[in-house]
Each structure stands twice: as structure tokens, then as C-alpha cells.
């Protein structure tokens, strides 16, 4: 099924191929939960896809609104400065897509909360 909306799960990247295997998890567990659009995961560096290969790759199958969540722990350089560069080439490339980007998982208290309550939990 074709949808309309989508979402890209953004990460660091890694040369050990294992690293992926959580975001796919992630990936997976995320489209279960959104059956209305597309879930996709892209990488910065050192893996595939890329970010500008995953959107390209939406805009061609007609996905016209797409949300990419950085899932990054803290809002470093590659979310503060390479980030917004390449989503200012991809909207420069696709002006009719509604191109946003949350931020940084790490810096939303509902996923700090839960990293917290499993620390916490490994002591109790």
C-alpha cells in the first residue's frame, strides 16, 4: 500500500553492521504502531540508505508530507549544523514536500523518562 505520509528514523551510522540491528527493531515496532504511513530508517554516514535516498525514493512514490526524527541521544553537530543542510538541499529539491524534523529523541522528556526508569531499574 502506497501511503502519503512518512516517517524516517535518522541515525548516526556504524561500520559494524550489528549496530543497525535496534533501529531496525525500532523501524519495525514504529510501523506496527503506524499503519498510515510509510516507515523508513536512513543514515548520516558509514550505512545505507541515506537520508537524501530515502526521501528521494519517498517523493517517487508519491509520499507528499514526510517527519524525520533524529534518533540521536543529544543535539551534537551532526544534528545541529549537517542535519539542517541536507533538509534545506532536500527542500530546495522537493519544494512540494512537507519536509519537517523533530527533535532529538534523546532531548524529549518522554524518552528521557524511560531510559531513566530503566537505569533506575538495573539497581532496584
Known amino acids: 500500500m502506497q501511503h502519503k505520509k512518512a516517517l524516517i528514523l535518522f541515525a548516526h551510522g556504524a561500520r559494524a ?6 533501529f531496525e527493531r525500532l523501524q519495525a515496532l514504529s ?8 516507515v523508513k530508517l536512513a543514515f548520516l554516514e558509514l550505512m545505507e540508505p541515506s537520508l537524501p535516498d530515502v526521501v528521494a525514493e519517498l517523493v517517487q512514490s508519491g509520499c507528499e508530507q514526510i517527519q524525520v526524527v533524529p534518533v540521536f541521544l543529544g543535539q551534537g553537530a551532526h544534528v545541529l549544523r ?3 543542510l541536507i533538509i534545506e538541499e532536500l527542500t530546495a529539491l522537493y519544494p512540494q514536500v512537507g519536509l519537517q524534523v523533530s527533535q532529538a529523541v534523546g532531548e524529549n522528556t518522554i524518552v528521557l523518562d524511560a531510559i531513566a526508569a530503566y537505569c533506575v531499574s538495573a539497581v532496584e
Open 82 to 84: 549537517d542535519l539542517p
Open 31 to 38: 510501523q506496527a504502531k503506524l499503519t498510515d504511513a510509510t
Open 17 to 22: 553492521a550489528s549496530w543497525k540491528q535496534p
